[in-house]
Structure formats: C-alpha cells, structure tokens
C-alpha cells in the first residue's frame, strides 16, 4: 500500500469501530490523542495468536513455547525497525508510563545531591512524576522549561535562567504535547544536553504513532511510547535506549527472566533488553503491536503524516472561524502535532464533551493529565479533538456542527462570547 495514493475511506473499513453509531448518529471519534481505534488486522492477530500460538515465552520448550517466543521476539524486531533501532534496545513495557518510570528509576540511580534534572511544563504527569520522586530519593533538583504563550517551550528563558548546564544530569521532554500539539526543538535541546554531558529522555507517545521515527536523528538517549496510541491493543508499550546506556542501568523489577544466575547471597542479571522484562511480559500484546505496526508501514507514515497535517490545519482553520473559541496552543500548522485543545466560551469542558457526545462526537474532556500546563494557561480544563490516519475533513465538520449546536444548547449565541 505504500506505493498507493492515501485514501482515507480505504482506511477507514479496516476499522470495524467506526461503523458504530451514537444513538442515531454516526460515530465521529475525535480522541485518538487517548487511543487510537484498531484496525481488524490487529483484532485478527491477536484472536489468532490466543487460537493457534498461546504459551508463555522463554520457559516452555515445546512447539507452541517456541512459536509463542519466535511471535514475540519478532515483534520486538518490527518495534525495533520502526524506529531505526537495534532490537536488543527495545524494551517492552506495559505502556509508556511504565516506560518512563523505568528510566526515571534506573537511570535515575545515578543522580545525587546538587545535580539537576530539566523537564517541562508540557509533560504528561507520567514525564513530571517519576522525576519528581527521582530527586526526592536523590536529593537532586528538578527544574523545568517554561511556555511561550503559544504554548512551545521558551528556549529564550530557558536560555536566560542557564537551565541546562553543567549540573543538568537528565533533560526529560515530550517530542509533540499530548495538549497543544507543539513539537518539541530537539534539536537545540540534544545539543544542550549533549554539551554539557547529559542524558536526553524523550517521551514520543504523540510522536511515534503519528510521523516518521529514527530515534538516532532525534538525539534521544531514551525514548519511551505506547502501543495503544498506534493503534495497537493496550496493556503494551515500550522503552528504547542506547545499547551502552541500557547496559550500565540496573534493573527496575525483579522476578523471572530478568536474572542470569540467583543466589541466596545475590543475584546477576540478564543483559538488556531482558534485564528490563521480570514475568510474564504482554505477549498476545506484542503479536498485537507487531500487526499494528505492519499495518502503518503498510500505508507509509509519510503517507499518514501528510494527511494528519492536512486535518490539523484544515481543523484548526474551522475552529478559528468561531470566537467562542479560545486555542490552547499554536495556531500555526507548522512544527505541529494533531492534539488541539481548547476552551469553548465559559462552559465546563465536561458538560462540552457530553453534549458533543449526544451528537455522536467523541472527544476528551479535562485536563489530559498535564495538570501544570493548563494552571500555565489559567484553565481548569480544556476540550481536545485529535485525529489519525482514520480522520476525516467531513468529520471535522461534523464537529463544528456539534459545538455550534452546543453554544445553542447553552444558550450561548453563536458569534458572541
């Protein structure tokens, strides 16, 4: 398919989901930014491997034992070629918070008192908290870019405040905000880090599902994403990190297959990316992510980055035409990912979710777990809409129907805030 014109309705009858309907209305699913819907050849993989392959990886020396861990190990192949990696420096993980406590656990071993740790106000609080706790252990000090007011981090404060210096241990950053959609200046940010000999965690769990990824051009000592954002099944996500960096970071749990030799008197450990995987991993999981993955490379992610780019423009150019609306983030298409958040007027972006609900609208309503951004922008909470490869323009019309109808419904007249 790579070859192929990308044709959204093509894509759009490999998702059963989308054939639902809201009461009376045609679905319109606008969260992909929370999950990503699944295309039947994931279903159908997953359904196979728990028909056909079900044994547990490593331990069991039979044929389906064999099966099952030539499934899984290929998987981590296709995660590996994904993103221009070695397999041996993917870890799987349950999702990217699991990814991210990791490193911050194991990599943060190695920070002490007087050292410093740089993130920023867009995290998730999966990239605030595990730092958070990592300097409360270490006694190191956690410091953090500020935002521009649209919504991109400030490098010219940053740059006043001297807040990557020779101190800075780890710089952890979000490659595109799950809120405002503003991608990350890795590029400065990599070199900083680099100049003053620190390691650069990247959360991509915006990035990876949505455009192209060759974690040695980002710069990244380490990057963590899920597989339920990339259309994958849930309960499965992933850490890569550079092979020396993984090797010289001790483990993060402990239990079967991490360990090489065990004594009462202490234990060795296997090498990464096993060291990492105590138990029984996510392996239907996996053999899930691996179909997903065939099936975006099948599309290219040129393909589907080009046409999320079209969405995001053509979205954010119908939102301007209400004043109602008040952006969370750059306006501008450029260097942006496809989360757009927003405030509607003065209405709660609860009560905005339900109502969009009732038309058949699925969006997220909140503060998408990046609390601190939204006090940055003095917001409680905010609407987000975000596409994928599924999303159409039609669908974006749908939903500025569906607020229009919405500001009616609260007697709020179109045109006035």
Request: hydrophobic share 45%; net charge neutral; charged share 20%.
């Amino acid at each position: 398919m790579t070859g192929d014109r990308f044709e959204v309705e093509r894509v759009r009858r490999d998702f059963p989901i989308l054939r639902r309907r809201i009461g009376s209305a045609e679905l319109v699913y606008l969260d992909s930014a929370n999950t990503a819907q699944k295309p039947e050849a994931v279903i159908r993989a997953m359904a196979e491997h728990y028909r056909c392959h079900n044994a547990n990886v490593a331990r069991a020396m039979h044929t389906l034992g064999a099966e099952a861990t030539a499934a899984f190990e290929g998987a981590r192949q296709k995660v590996a070629a994904f993103i221009g990696a070695r397999p041996e420096e993917v870890v799987f993980t349950k999702n990217a918070s699991e990814a991210l406590n990791l490193a911050a656990h194991s990599l943060g071993a190695t920070l002490a008192p007087g050292d410093e740790v740089v993130i920023s106000v867009a995290e998730h609080h999966s990239n605030i908290v595990p730092w958070q706790l990592a300097c409360q252990r270490s006694g190191a000090r956690l410091r953090w870019f500020d935002l521009t007011e649209q919504g991109r981090l400030d490098l010219d404060q940053a740059a006043a405040e001297r807040l990557i210096n020779p101190r800075t241990k780890i710089v952890a950053v979000t490659w595109v905000s799950n809120v405002t959609g503003a991608v990350s200046p890795l590029t400065e940010i990599a070199a900083q880090a680099r100049a003053v000999g620190a390691k650069l965690v990247l959360d991509g769990s915006q990035g990876v599902p949505h455009r192209p990824c060759d974690v040695t051009a980002l710069g990244a000592d380490l990057m963590a994403f899920t597989g339920h954002k990339l259309a994958g099944p849930t309960g499965i996500g992933a850490l890569w990190g550079r092979y020396d960096l993984l090797e010289a970071m001790p483990p993060f749990l402990g239990g079967g297959e991490m360990i090489e030799i065990v004594r009462m008197e202490g234990s060795t450990y296997a090498r990464p990316p096993h060291r990492f995987e105590a138990g029984t991993p996510p392996i239907a999981q996996a053999v899930g992510l691996g179909a997903a993955i065939d099936y975006l490379t099948g599309w290219g992610m040129d393909a589907i980055a080009s046409h999320e780019a079209d969405l995001t423009a053509y979205a954010l150019a119908r939102l301007a035409e209400l004043p109602e609306v008040r952006l969370i983030g750059p306006a501008d298409p450029t260097d942006r990912g496809g989360a757009i958040a927003f405030t509607l007027a003065d209405l709660h972006p609860h009560d905005v979710m339900q109502v969009l609900d009732s038309y058949g609208v699925a969006v997220r309503g909140g503060h998408h777990c990046a609390r601190p951004l939204h006090q940055r922008f003095q917001v409680t909470a905010s609407v987000r809409v975000s596409s994928y490869l599924y999303t159409t323009r039609s669908e974006i019309d749908r939903l500025i129907e569906a607020l229009i109808a919405t500001l009616e419904f609260f007697r709020v007249r179109p045109g006035r805030k």
